[in-house]
């Protein structure tokens, strides 16, 4: 059985960064597609990076130069590090493979 659990999110202010983890189960994330998806308040979930198997990582305009993705193959996690937070990135941060969701982390960005 595939999980995926997110981790790291919380209340950070304005120009401060953060870093979130997935925790991969049941695959290995290497040989798979891993996404980052975020939704905030009121509005739909939208993709803000994709991490292929083999090649660079994609990332949504509204995130670019502010984010980078990566990933940990011993460890079988995939990371989020978002600097420069503004408050319009308070959102549910998931990590999604496929069909599998994880079940979301919060980040706050305010003051």
């Known amino acids: 059985q595939v999980q995926l659990e997110e981790s790291g999110g919380g209340l950070v202010q304005p120009g401060g960064s953060l870093r979130l983890s997935c925790a991969v189960s049941g695959m290995i994330v290497s040989a798979n597609i891993i996404s980052w998806y975020r939704q905030a308040p009121g509005k739909e979930r939208e993709r803000i990076s994709l991490?292929?198997?083999?090649?660079?990582?994609g990332y949504a305009e509204s995130v670019k130069g502010r984010l980078t993705s990566s990933r940990d193959n011993d460890k079988n996690t995939v990371y989020l590090q978002k600097n420069s937070l503004k408050p319009k990135d308070t959102a549910v941060y998931y990590c999604?493979?496929?069909?599998?969701w994880g079940q979301g982390t919060l980040v706050n960005v305010s003051l």
């Open positions: 991490t292929p198997c083999g090649g660079n990582t």
């Open positions: 999604n493979a496929g069909q599998i």
